[in-house]
């Protein structure tokens, strides 16, 4: 296997393979390598309705072999270190593998280890995680064994995979204690690390409203910092603006967590990364701002926006062809304005798609008011954008 590419892609995920699908489809000899130590690829999407018992977690979980384009070597290795003044990385292998050019897409890195007491707590006693594969189903199970109690569902103070996931599990578990009678037994608490219940203004409008109307304790500026499974306790840091940081801690029967995210390490320690571990890139062009041959989209990269498959779907074409023509001796004029879309499942058969740019202005696809709960919408989630996904955007074609 050679150790030299035209093309390096470090990640096989939603970014790498659908940037090495575009890629393959555009170049007369492509000669692309793909690193990823993952036989294994997830359509993370769909984690939400596995955990509100509404789809399986074997639907969303592919060889990752299947989805390699032809004209793309697959390593199946993982990287420890970038060196881009020589145009090299270095692999969990010891391999060194040099470039032309390099794209970088590793997705985010989960930290559990940084809630004390979650590791061991998770899956067992009501603790679970739409965040863990492994997990996944112990949502649903014990969601649908809640008969009263308290159900609290945090959000980190970190960047996190989809910002809105982890309401979207409260929205489903607060419908199903309804249909199942039992929700006047039941507080439901979204307890989060942020000072309101979505960045965008028209969707937050909507969602403070089903706040309101579904009686849905909210504590925001509250941070997980650990879980005391013996006793069944969460134990945050409430942290508002102007006040001294306080110790809170909440019972809990049901506690839905999202875990602390950051970007990988071997990311956070690289030449590549801002001064807060992210890739460096340019937020418009995707190339990296010192490095000329590197190019990085998705969850790892600095641009901010939330972190989506959407996001990465309008990214992709852009960072193809500002990389092409870098190829060619032509300056980029692709440009990303920062779109990302969140939908947001606020119950069975409801869902507010939230569609927006970088300056937070709504950027929607259907010429009706995304802000409004629609069944259609919830449909277009669950059935459509999984096809669309491994039949389109994952073979260059969407």
Known sequence: ???????????????????????????????????????????????????????????????????????ATWIRDAVVEFQPEQRRLVT???????????????????DWHKIDGLSAALGRDGVCSNYSFDFVDRTWEFIRGLRQGRAIF????????????????????????????????????????????????KYADTLERLVRERDVVTRFHHNLIAVRPASREAVF??????QAAEEVV???????????MGPPDFVRTSPLADANGWIDVDKHSLQHRRFSDVFALGDASNLPTSK??????????????????????RPGEAVYHGYTSCPLVTGYGRLVLAEFDYDGNPAE?????????????????????????????????A
Not at 7 to 12: L, R, S
Not at 20 to 47: C, F, G, K, N, T
Not at 97 to 110: C, F, K, N, S, T
């Open 308 to 329: 989506t498959g959407a996001a990465i779907r309008k990214q992709a074409p852009v960072l193809v062809a500002n990389l092409l023509a870098a190829m060619a001796g």
């Open 365 to 397: 696809t259907f010429p009706f008011d995304q802000a409004k709960e629609r069944r259609s919408m919830y449909l277009l989630k669950k059935y459509a954008l999984p096809q669309m996904y491994w039949h389109g955007m994952l073979r260059g074609r």
């Open 92 to 110: 969990r292998d010891g391999r060194r593998l040099g470039y032309d050019w390099l794209v970088v897409a590793p997705g985010i890195q989960l």
């Open 1 to 71: 296997m050679s150790n030299h590419h035209k093309i390096v892609i470090v990640g096989g995920g939603t970014g790498g393979i659908t940037v090495a699908s575009r890629l393959a489809r555009a170049l007369a000899q492509p000669d692309i390598a793909i690193v990823e130590p993952s036989d294994r690829h997830y359509y993370q999407p769909l984690w939400t309705l596995v955990g509100g018992g509404a789809a399986t977690k074997e639907s969303t979980v592919r060889p990752e072999s299947g989805l390699i384009p032809r004209g």
């Open 154 to 201: 945090t959000m980190p103070n970190t960047p996190v995979k989809c910002g809105g996931a982890p309401q979207k599990i409260m929205w489903l578990a607060e419908h199903h204690f309804r249909r199942a009678g039992v929700r006047d037994a039941i507080e439901v608490v979204f307890a989060s690390a942020g000072a309101k219940i979505f960045a965008v203004k």
């Open 237 to 242: 840091t409430r942290a508002a603006p102007g």
């Open 250 to 260: 909440l019972k809990y029967d049901l506690l839905h967590v999202t875990p602390p």
